[in-house]
């Protein structure tokens, strides 16, 4: 099984949006939970968002109700929206399919 690929991230200005977008492969897709994790410079890697096969949701507490976490099982695709950014949002966000970690995409949130 390939590792997965992210896309989208950049830089925005606070109070922005951005979409991060990861590619999974695999027959297991459908059936593996996936996930968003971030790393900050100096900290370490934090769970943002997760969603399971079924698509049951859970979320940072930082991150509640400003950003989703989707899927489409049919493209193997994971999704996460992310309003309302904040400058402490900036990170290296990394995408979890099964067991797969992918390289990772910069997200830099100016002030």
């Known amino acids: 099984q390939m590792r997965p690929v992210e896309s989208g991230g950049g830089l925005v200005q606070a109070g922005g949006s951005l979409r991060l977008s990861c590619a999974a492969s695999?027959?297991?897709?459908?059936?593996?939970?996936s996930g968003w994790y971030r790393q900050a410079p100096g900290k370490q890697r934090e769970l943002v968002a997760t969603?399971?096969?079924?698509?049951?949701?859970n979320y940072a507490d930082s991150v509640k109700g400003r950003f989703t976490i989707s899927r489409d099982n049919a493209k193997k695709m994971v999704y996460l929206q992310m309003n309302s950014l904040k400058p402490e949002d900036t990170a290296v966000y990394y995408c979890?399919?099964?067991?797969?970690w992918g390289q990772g995409t910069q997200v830099t949130v100016s002030s």
């Open positions: 695999g027959t297991i897709f459908s059936i593996s939970p």
């Open positions: 969603i399971t096969s079924a698509g049951s949701t």
């Open positions: 979890q399919t099964g067991v797969s």
